[in-house]
Nanobody, 121 residues
Framework: VQLQASGGGLVQAGGSLRLSCAASGGTFSTYVMAWFRQAPGKEREFVAASWRTLAYYADSVKGRFTISRDNARNTVSLQMNSLKPEDTAVYYC?????????????????WGQGTQVTVSS
């Protein structure tokens, strides 16, 4: 499976961005799709995941970010609203098996290339 992320950029605090990830080469609907992020000097952390009709979020983004997937188009998106400077990071699209394991970052089969999100104060 190949994952291609897009949509990052520079935005002011309080603004919005939408990230998209296009998957190819696999059976998209059988994967848990997730977004992670990594800020400079920090470990990669879970942001949001999508499995069938369910969505899972890190506490830090709950109520501000929304993950959605389109199994017909093999895409997963992350709508990010009310962005804060602490959301600044490289965001990675990923695919894996098992929600708990994906959220824990112990069962990611595929990673996208990352897209930079910068939120200015």
């Amino acid at each position: 499976v190949q994952l291609q992320a897009s949509g990052g950029g520079l935005v002011q605090a309080g603004g919005s961005l939408r990230l998209s990830c296009a998957a190819s080469g696999g059976t998209f609907s059988t994967y848990v799709m997730a977004w992670f992020r990594q800020a400079p000097g920090k470990e990669r952390e879970f942001v949001a995941a999508s499995w069938r009709t369910l969505a899972y979020y890190a506490d830090s983004v709950k109520g501000r970010f929304t993950i959605s997937r389109d199994n017909a188009r093999n895409t997963v998106s992350l709508q990010m609203n009310s962005l804060k400077p602490e959301d600044t990071a490289v965001y990675y699209c990923s695919a894996g098996r098992g929600v708990d394991a994906v959220v824990a970052n112990t069962a990611i089969d595929y990673w996208g290339q990352g897209t930079q999100v910068t939120v200015s104060s």
